[in-house]
């Protein structure tokens, strides 16, 4: 039963917003509770755990710290993740146990791993089944995840340009903050000493909008409460998963009117195509107020595939998102017509379900302009009998998905998402 298992919180964050600091505060703060430490870190030393150790009286040799080094807990050392987790639930009854990712990690691979266990790495799991005769997840339950943001750089991050290494693959700063935003139950704004009132407020909003159901809590050099971000029984990963403000807007569309901190957001909708041309120029010079966008788009020429966008600060990224239902033989069409009801109220005599539907998250955004900017790139009357193969098409092309992904537009696969536009 999960009341009778050790909580994980795991603690994620960009380099330097301060998961190390708050870290040892909790240590240094935990009281009673017998805390065990798991740091990752991408460099073959890791800084950040021999940090922990210097600051608090945590002990790898007391098997209380334990290290990942040179690789990513969302990536390449899921399975050295599970061992160690494994192995500190076998050795010892720990309270809880808090594990500090590196700072290019995305939280939802490493909620997945930690959830799923064997089925999100990429190990087999005989041999530590062999060697231990447990499971490595049976002891342990996925309690809290916690994002550490940067209060005084996170404007400048959302804006910036940077490209992160991530072990060869390449991440964007503002789209990595975004990815952690997105996917937590407690949200710690750091360093608010060094913002004004009315800028932590801005990002407050912000963040609220990109991530709905997190608790924020302001903080200054890390410290926070044990009792916020340890055995708080706030992880559940279905509603994390869909909780995203860029989700519920889909889900419920409403034109937000203007808000006291400026942050609004809006549907677009459309039943014909975008011009492969005239996207791309909008995309190139993407009005750098806006904070988010995702969902699915029709491009002429494309009238196989769904693309999907995924904008995320000066980060602009498109993925095959699936099928169009409408080229699905007849009997799995019906399937999806008696899976999605809804579907038929939309439907194109001619086109089926093609089209595009994208949510807009924003600073201080001019609706309209922006709304006509994109109905600018739909085809005129003319162009819609015009010969769409002849179109200039620079975005990127992709393999047809496999039969088992066609149907209804959904979240593409991270890695097969490119960079176009203004990321080029």
Same mark, same amino acid.
């Given at each position: 039963?999960?009341e009778?298992?050790?909580?994980?919180?795991?603690?994620s964050g960009?380099?330097?917003a301060g998961k190390t600091?708050?870290l040892?505060?909790?240590?240094?703060?935990?009281?009673?509770?017998?805390?065990?430490?798991l740091?990752?870190d991408m460099g073959?030393?890791n800084?950040?755990?021999?940090?922990v150790?210097?600051s608090s009286?945590?002990s790898?040799?007391e098997?209380?710290l334990?290290?990942?080094s040179n690789g990513?807990?969302?990536?390449?050392l899921?399975?050295?993740?599970l061992?160690?987790i494994g192995g500190l639930t076998?050795?010892?009854?720990?309270?809880a146990?808090?594990?500090?990712?590196?700072?290019v990690a995305?939280?939802l691979?490493?909620?997945q791993?930690l959830?799923?266990?064997?089925?999100?790495?990429d190990?087999?799991?005989?041999?530590f089944y062999?060697?231990?005769g447990?499971?490595?997840l049976e002891?342990?339950?996925?309690d809290?995840t916690v994002?550490v943001?940067d209060a005084?750089?996170?404007?400048e991050?959302m804006?910036s340009?940077?490209i992160?290494?991530d072990?060869?693959?390449?991440?964007h700063?503002?789209d990595?903050?975004?990815e952690q935003?997105?996917?937590c139950?407690v949200l710690l704004l750091?360093?608010?000493?060094?913002?004004?009132?009315?800028?932590?407020?801005?990002?407050e909003?912000?963040?609220?909008?990109?991530?709905?159901?997190?608790?924020?809590?302001?903080?200054?050099?890390g410290?926070?409460?044990?009792?916020?971000i340890?055995?708080?029984g706030?992880f559940d990963?279905?509603?994390?998963?869909r909780?995203?403000?860029?989700m519920?807007e889909?889900?419920?569309?409403?034109e937000?009117?203007?808000?006291?901190?400026?942050?609004?957001s809006?549907?677009f909708?459309?039943?014909?195509p975008?011009?492969p041309e005239r996207f791309a120029e909008?995309?190139?010079?993407?009005?750098?107020?806006v904070v988010r966008?995702?969902?699915h788009?029709?491009?002429?020429g494309?009238?196989?595939?769904a693309?999907?966008?995924?904008?995320?600060?000066?980060s +602009? #990224?498109?993925a095959?998102?699936?099928?169009w239902?409408a080229?699905?033989?007849? %009997?799995?069409?019906e @399937?999806q *017509? &008696?899976a999605?009801?809804?579907l038929e109220?939309?439907?194109?005599d001619e086109?089926?379900d093609r089209?595009?539907?994208?949510v807009?998250i924003?600073?201080?955004?001019?609706?309209?302009? +922006? #709304?006509?900017h994109?109905?600018?790139c739909?085809l005129?009357?003319?162009e819609? %009998?015009a010969d769409? @193969?002849? *179109? &200039?098409d620079r975005?990127?092309?992709?393999?047809e998905?496999d039969?088992?992904?066609?149907?209804?537009?959904?979240?593409?696969?991270?890695?097969s998402?490119?960079?176009i536009?203004i990321?080029d």
């Open positions: 039963m999960e009778q298992t050790i909580p994980v919180t795991v603690l960009t380099l330097g600091t708050t040892n505060h909790l240590l240094r703060e935990s009281g009673d509770r017998d805390l065990a430490v740091v990752n073959e030393v800084v950040d755990a021999d940090l150790a210097e009286d945590i790898a040799d098997e209380e334990v290290e990942l990513c807990i969302c990536c390449e899921r399975g050295d993740l061992d160690a076998r050795e010892r009854e720990f309270d146990i808090v594990v500090e990712s590196t700072g995305e939280p691979p490493v909620a791993t959830t799923l266990g064997f089925d999100q790495s190990v087999d799991p005989t041999e062999e060697e231990t447990i499971e490595p002891g342990c339950h996925l809290t994002t943001v005084h750089q996170f404007n991050a804006q340009d940077e992160l290494d072990d060869g693959t390449k991440k700063l503002g990595l903050l975004v935003v997105e996917f139950d750091n360093k608010c000493d060094l913002v004004d009132e009315a800028t932590l407020a801005e990002i909003a912000t963040v609220e909008t990109l991530q709905p159901r997190a608790e924020i809590v302001r903080t200054t050099h410290r926070i409460e044990t009792d916020d340890i055995d708080t706030r990963f279905e509603e994390a998963s909780s995203a403000g860029w519920q889909l889900q419920e569309p409403h937000s009117a203007e808000e006291e901190h400026g942050v609004t809006f549907v909708g459309a039943q014909r975008f011009h909008l995309l190139d010079a993407f009005p750098e107020n966008s995702k969902g788009f029709w491009l002429a494309r009238e196989e595939m693309l999907m966008l995924n904008v995320a600060g000066r +602009i #990224r498109v095959p998102a699936g099928n239902i080229t699905l033989p007849p %009997e799995e069409r @399937e *017509f &008696d999605y009801p809804e109220e939309t439907w194109d086109w089926g089209g595009t539907r994208l807009v924003g600073t201080e955004m001019d609706h309209e302009s +922006i #709304r006509n994109l109905e600018l739909l005129t009357d003319e819609m %009998e769409w @193969e002849a *179109f &200039d975005f990127p092309t992709f393999e998905p039969e088992a992904e066609e149907g209804e537009p959904g979240e593409p696969d991270h890695d998402q490119e960079e536009g990321a």
